[in-house]
């Protein structure tokens, strides 16, 4: 499936989506510039990533989460599987492999997978206090997660962490991702997203997502040359 790029005119453009529980909400660039928006594949949906121009969603269930693949940024869904039954919190793309952040009653998790698959390749535990949002930066091959109160960079896939940015107040509702450079960080005590410089707490700028939209689940920055 080509991405929506291939089909809006005036040359490569970037992208951010963003997931409320029951549609996923496409803006042009770092903005609420909104150009389209569909549904997610099951209400509600609980994280959202994208991989080579297809939307990827979540549905929680009792016996398992499942995994589904849109085709491209349209409701329509290509394929699916499911994992074992722990609340997905949060989801990313690395690049080649699928990484889903759980929590349990037995501890957290973030697990990465063998590319779009139920296969899993490594468990990192991560404890129960986490779990908010996965997100990871391309340009350094480092992940990012969120707590409801702090920001994580790991090293790489790995529970070591290079730096962290609190978060105040504890919120329930909180993403992050990143464009390479800057950190966008979405907040949901004032239903604001925030460009943060680097990775640190400076604001460079904020916007509200687009009308209608609140309570974001999920966040995710698409370059040009989308992964």
Same mark, same amino acid.
């Given at each position: 499936?080509?991405?929506?790029?291939?089909? =809006?005119?005036? *040359?490569?453009?970037?992208?951010?989506?963003?997931?409320?529980?029951?549609?996923?909400?496409?803006?042009?660039?770092? +903005? &609420?510039?909104?150009?389209?928006?569909?549904?997610?594949?099951?209400?509600? &949906?609980?994280?959202?990533?994208?991989?080579?121009?297809?939307? =990827?969603?979540? %549905? $929680?269930?009792?016996?398992?989460?499942? @995994?589904?693949?849109?085709? #491209?940024?349209?409701? +329509?869904?290509?394929?699916?599987?499911?994992?074992?039954?722990?609340?997905?919190?949060? @989801?990313?793309?690395?690049?080649?492999?699928?990484? =889903?952040?759980? =929590?349990?009653?037995? #501890? *957290?998790?973030?697990?990465?997978?063998?590319?779009?698959?139920?296969?899993?390749?490594? !468990?990192?535990?991560? #404890?129960?206090?986490?779990? %908010? #949002?996965?997100?990871? $930066?391309? $340009?350094?091959?480092?992940?990012?997660?969120? +707590?409801?109160?702090?920001?994580?960079?790991?090293?790489?896939?790995?529970? !070591?962490?290079?730096?962290? @940015?609190?978060?105040?107040?504890?919120?329930?509702?909180?993403? @992050?991702?990143?464009? *390479? !450079? &800057?950190?966008?960080?979405?907040?949901?005590?004032?239903?604001?997203?925030?460009?943060?410089? *680097?990775?640190?707490?400076?604001?460079?700028?904020?916007?509200?997502?687009?009308?209608?939209?609140? &309570?974001?689940?999920?966040?995710?920055?698409?370059?040009?040359?989308?992964?």
């Amino acid at each position: 499936m080509f991405p929506l790029y291939h089909a =809006i005119s005036g *040359g490569p453009q970037d992208y951010l989506l963003m997931s409320t529980a029951t549609t996923v909400y496409v803006c042009r660039g770092i +903005s &609420n510039d909104l150009i389209t928006s569909f549904s997610t594949a099951y209400n509600p &949906n609980t994280s959202m990533c994208q991989r080579g121009g297809d939307c =990827i969603t979540v %549905k $929680n269930n009792t016996g398992g989460a499942t @995994i589904y693949e849109h085709a #491209g940024w349209t409701a +329509s869904t290509d394929s699916s599987f499911t994992v074992s039954p722990e609340s997905i919190r949060g @989801i990313a793309w690395d690049g080649s492999n699928l990484l =889903i952040q759980t =929590i349990a009653a037995a #501890g *957290g998790h973030i697990r990465r997978y063998v590319g779009f698959s139920s296969t899993v390749d490594t !468990t990192l535990s991560w #404890g129960t206090v986490y779990g %908010k #949002g996965l997100g990871w $930066n391309f $340009n350094t091959g480092n992940m990012l997660s969120c +707590s409801t109160s702090t920001v994580y960079l790991h090293s790489g896939f790995s529970v !070591t962490v290079l730096d962290t @940015i609190a978060v105040t107040p504890t919120q329930s509702y909180m993403d @992050i991702t990143t464009d *390479g !450079t &800057n950190t966008l960080l979405y907040t949901g005590s004032d239903n604001l997203i925030r460009v943060l410089e *680097g990775f640190s707490g400076t604001v460079l700028d904020s916007f509200a997502p687009p009308a209608g939209a609140s &309570n974001i689940i999920a966040l995710c920055y698409v370059p040009y040359l989308t992964y």
